[in-house]
């Protein structure tokens, strides 16, 4: 049997980054050298990756040659500013996870995510958990406004195991990174989901708190069927690397049919007279929480 000569990037540490081959283990590989010293993040390698490697040329390890084209990329802004952090490539959906109760559902983290997702080319999944706690008059209208927007919503409960099949059959076969704030249920929707499933969500999180020196931006784990499940500690405090004050609005698709109708041509939709967004949110066609999120938002980014 031929070795494989190429794989997914599914975890890297500062001297090995570990490729599934659709072997039972990954194979340990190192970057060669010469390869990758344009010191611009964009050309490393990340989790995601899907890579050309030569397995013949050492024992212990082999090499990556090549990293093949990239079809989505969900970036973060380092914490220094102006560099570009890709937690993970080549994932399709962003689930976004959020409690109905307990805590409380607050929009401004969802917003956020979604911003994230649509500019790296992924697609947001809404998952709202706990619904076991929740009336219809609370979910409702959030699924309402998620859907009328585009995106896909779920209701689950992991604790009363409500909408487990609808969220496997969504994961099935695709790469989906995980997000939602801590206390939301993350942890006991997977393993409701796959009670078989060794993997802990979080751990990845725990790993990185240990070293100092740990690179782990994030680790994909192979879903018991098909499809991967992505974990990355850098998600929560996740800023979107390249959205700006100016372009912001391009990630709220209910704003875009009033692009370019504002009075002033750089509006940034909050003081200015004669502002499109202003009169939709007044006639109700933008929603005032997910305005408020914009604005939010618009605020955390550099002038
Ligand atoms: P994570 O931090 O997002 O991984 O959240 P956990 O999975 O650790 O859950 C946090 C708390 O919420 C735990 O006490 C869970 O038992 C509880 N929880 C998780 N999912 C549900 C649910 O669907 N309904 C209810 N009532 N509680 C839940
Ligand atoms: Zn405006």
Redesign the pocket.
């Known amino acids: 049997m031929p070795l494989p000569d190429s794989g997914v990037v599914i975890k890297r540490t500062r001297s090995f980054y570990y490729v599934d081959v659709g072997e039972a283990s990954p194979r340990l590989c190192r970057i060669r050298g010469n390869l990758f010293e344009s010191s611009k993040y964009d050309q490393r390698v990340a989790v995601g990756d899907h890579v050309r490697i030569d397995l013949n040329a050492s024992e212990d390890a082999g090499w990556i040659l090549e990293i093949l084209p990239r079809h989505t990329k969900l970036s973060r802004r380092s914490r220094e500013g102006e560099t570009e952090q890709i937690l993970v490539t080549n994932a399709e959906v962003l689930m976004i996870?959020a409690?109905l109760?307990?805590p409380e559902f607050r929009s401004g983290m969802v917003d956020r995510m979604i911003v994230a997702a649509l500019r790296g080319g992924l697609r947001p999944l809404l998952v709202l958990?706990?619904?076991?706690?929740a009336s219809e008059e609370i979910w409702a209208p959030i699924r309402e406004v998620y859907e009328s927007l585009g995106y896909e919503v779920l209701r689950?409960?992991?604790?009363?195991a409500?909408g487990l099949q609808e969220l496997r059959d969504r994961l099935q076969g695709k790469t989906t990174v995980l997000s939602?704030?801590?206390?939301?249920?993350?942890?006991?929707?997977?393993?409701?989901l796959y009670p078989d499933w060794s993997i802990r969500?979080?751990d990845v999180n725990r790993k990185v708190g240990k070293g100092r020196h740990t690179t782990v931006l994030a680790e994909m784990f192979a879903l018991p069927e098909s499809g991967y499940l992505v974990d990355t500690p850098g998600i929560r405090e996740l800023e979107p690397f390249g959205v700006t004050r100016e372009t912001l609005g391009q990630y709220f698709v209910e704003f875009t049919p009033f692009e370019g109708q504002c009075r002033f041509a750089r509006c940034s939709h909050q003081h200015e007279p004669d502002c499109a967004v202003k009169e939709a949110l007044g006639s109700g066609a933008i929603l005032q929480r997910r305005y408020e999120s914009f604005v939010a938002l618009w605020e955390s980014l550099e002038a």
């Not at 689950?156 to 009363?160: D, E, G, V």
């Not at 939602?180 to 409701?192: F, P, T, Y």
């Open positions: 996870v409690a109760r307990r958990n706990k619904c076991d706690l689950t409960s992991a604790t009363q409500i939602g704030h801590s206390g939301v249920g993350k942890s006991s929707l997977i393993k409701a969500v979080g």
